[in-house]
């Protein structure tokens, strides 16, 4: 009986999809609103909107369609409303101008709101002013790509993030640009998700931020000139692979913020020009391996409470300080790295120095017991301070020690996106659906 | 007064030890940078050196100068000139010359790389003045204690004492002090601290200058706070003035009780 049920339903279905008509709207066609289409269609129709402005306020898609912007059609919000709301499953939406949504306190109104739906897709659209951007709520295998969320964000408070997502799994966030939101994309409760190639600019927060999120990726993205780069929180088993963070620089500001994170991955990663690259809390088995840090203030700050961790195969090239560790007696690794200040030597030529190297110096230990000592830096009496420490070390944690430490720079041109070895989301070959 | 400063001055910037200290910061500024090309860069790495060598030298200078120039400094005092100016004179003779040669030798390879105009002109500036005040603070405590002492390795000694306890033991005891009371808030402290030696207070106005001071966390924050305002600027320009002021108030008094 249920096999028959099954089979008529499918069935069904095959009609509808054969069935499955096309609207237009424009000023000119029968539907002149993109509301009264969404009304007149049924399931697995699609919904083509011409360029024009529409003003309609909040466009709810509640059944299983397909819209498409030819030539960037503009949905305005007048700042009065959310604008798009996609409560249903199997939404394509793609090619919108969406500006204007008005910042509320009371609640968290959204350019684009995908809502308790799955298989959804949205791409290329443009969210302009935004309070917040696109927001995901408690959906599932969706895609977010290749869409552009511009903000004008002042302070924290009164702005929202560019891409929010909420009780979701299994989405795929990529290629898209997010710019001057609080946060350029946001993950609570996510699991199993990729965020990948996407660009994040002038966010006053953090360029992405992940809370309570296990079992994600985020791989190839850029993080540039951000209150911070990126945070992840109270996560577990996050990779993280072949990043930019850059120009992350101010008096509270990171290239990676790590907050009781466990078991993760941090890889192929590029840390330029951060007044921190990482700073890692509560963090434990994380593996550091192939990044660059470049010309960082400090370009791994290591609190207390961190252990077995392995830092291995990265460079350390100019930075003010190369490694702070704050708790003596943990034990973490940091053998085979190439550190630019190491002064040894090689005589077997196989390529490891023969003398230990130690990357915490004195000064940067002294700061971490007494902050305010910074007033020193650069000053005559640090230099020879590290330098003496460095001949005999006294002070410095012990095993804070790179016994293996490289002579020539990892390459790591190898170490981009396309790299077959980083691990690829189940999702991203459906990407080109 | 002016008449001595002049013949000082003269006679300084035609000796060798003059031209060979603008020519050594020429090439040094060149060198750098020819081989960085930027100037924010070269601005770090100059501001080491002149906290470093303009003291020292300036140090050196003023008391090599005054015992030098010992048997000339007789006879004008036998001639009818007052004590103050002769040896006013002789200190800004000194002083001037030392400055002019920092100033050519950093100032001109900086303009030829087009410096000004560019955002760094404000840092640069911040540099040379820097280096001019330090020049005239150490040539003057030199001059002080070259006056104070008539024996040249004893007053040798102590001016490089003088060099060494600012330049270093100065920044050891207050790194002491803040790692022995680092259960208070020390940012006060500090700033006070390190307001009261002229090469710290230089070290640190440059360094707000430029954004390494990122990197100085919260207690940069105060400083930038503090020397961010109006009133903070005032007081360190003040401070650095009386760095000047007092040990020249001091070379006045020596020299007018001193018996020749």
Request: charged share 15%.
């Amino acid at each position: 009986m249920f096999r028959w049920i099954l089979i008529s339903t499918l069935m069904l279905a095959g009609q509808a999809v054969l069935l499955a008509n096309t609207f237009r709207v424009c000023k000119t066609c029968p539907a002149s609103s993109v509301r009264e289409a969404i009304r007149q269609a049924r399931p697995c129709d699609t919904i083509f909107v011409e360029t024009g402005i529409y003003k309609e306020g909040n466009i709810l898609i509640d059944k299983e369609l397909t819209l498409i912007g030819n030539g960037r059609p503009v949905l305005d919000g007048e700042g009065k409303t959310e604008i798009v709301t996609i409560a249903a499953n199997h939404v394509h939406f793609e090619g919108f101008v969406i500006k204007n949504v008005g910042t509320s306190y009371s609640e968290d109104r959204a350019g684009i709101r995908v809502k308790e739906a799955s298989d959804f897709y949205v791409k290329n659209c443009r969210v302009e002013n935004a309070f917040f951007g696109i927001y995901l709520q408690k959906s599932k295998n969706g895609i977010i790509e290749g869409n552009e969320v511009v903000g004008e964000a002042k302070d924290e408070v009164s702005s929202g993030n560019a891409i929010h997502l909420w009780y979701c799994n299994n989405v795929l966030i990529i290629n898209n640009k997010t710019i001057g939101h609080r946060d350029g994309i946001y993950l609570e409760f996510v699991n199993f998700s990729t965020v990948q190639g996407n660009f994040s600019e002038r966010n006053v927060r953090y360029g992405l931020h992940f809370m309570f999120s296990n079992d994600d990726i985020y791989r190839g993205n850029t993080f540039y000139n951000n209150g911070a780069g990126v945070a992840v929180m109270y996560s577990k088993r996050i990779g993280m692979f072949a990043n930019e963070f850059k120009n992350n620089w101010g008096p509270a500001a990171y290239g990676l913020l790590l907050k009781e994170i466990h078991d993760g991955q941090i890889e192929g990663n590029t840390f330029q020009e951060n007044t921190v690259g990482i700073f890692a809390e509560t963090s434990n088995r994380i593996v550091y391996s192939k990044n660059q840090f470049i010309q960082n203030g400090w370009a791994l700050k290591i609190s207390g409470g961190c252990q077995m961790n392995n830092l291995t195969n990265n460079n350390f090239i100019g930075n003010s300080f190369d490694l702070a560790v704050h708790s003596a007696g943990t034990d973490n690794k940091f053998d085979g790295n190439f550190w630019s200040d190491y002064a040894g030597y090689d005589l077997d030529h196989n390529g490891i120095g023969d003398v230990p190297h130690r990357p915490m110096k004195l000064f940067s230990y002294v700061v971490s017991k007494t902050p305010e000592s910074l007033v020193l830096l650069r000053s005559l009496f640090v230099d020879i301070l590290n330098f003496s420490e460095k001949v005999s070390p006294i002070f410095t944690p012990e095993n804070v020690v790179d016994n293996q430490p490289l002579l020539k720079t990892v390459d790591s041109q190898r170490w981009t996106v396309d790299n077959d070895t980083a691990p690829v989301h189940p999702l991203s070959s459906t990407v080109n659906r | 007064m002016l008449k001595i400063l002049k013949y000082s001055f003269y006679d300084l910037i035609r000796s060798r030890w003059t031209y060979s200290y603008g020519g050594f910061y020429l090439l040094f500024t060149l060198s750098l940078l020819w081989l960085s090309n930027d100037l924010s860069k070269v601005v770090i790495s100059l501001m080491n050196v002149v906290l470093l060598l303009c003291p020292l030298i300036a140090t050196m200078f003023g008391v090599m100068y005054y015992y030098n120039s010992r048997e000339f400094t007789e006879l004008l005092l036998a001639q009818p000139v007052r004590r103050t100016s002769i040896f006013l004179g002789q200190y800004l003779g000194v002083a001037g010359s030392l400055s002019a040669s920092w100033i050519i030798g950093v100032g001109v390879p900086f303009a030829l790389y087009g410096v000004f105009g560019s955002e760094q002109a404000g840092n640069f500036a911040m540099l040379l003045f820097v280096g001019v005040v330090l020049s005239f603070v150490f040539s003057a405590m030199a001059f002080f204690i070259a006056l104070k002492n008539e024996n040249r390795i004893k007053g040798f000694g102590l001016a490089i004492l003088a060099w060494l306890f600012f330049a270093v033991i100065y920044d050891g005891l207050l790194l002491l002090s803040l790692s022995l009371l680092t259960e208070y808030p020390l940012e006060k402290f500090s700033l006070i601290a390190s307001m009261l030696n002229p090469i710290d207070l230089s070290r640190i106005l440059i360094l707000l200058k430029l954004d390494v001071s990122a990197l100085m966390g919260f207690t940069g924050a105060v400083f930038r706070k503090f020397l961010g305002t109006g009133l903070g600027m005032g007081v360190a320009f003040a401070v650095l003035g009386l760095w000047v002021v007092g040990p020249v108030m001091g070379i006045r008094r020596v020299a007018g009780r001193k018996d020749f």
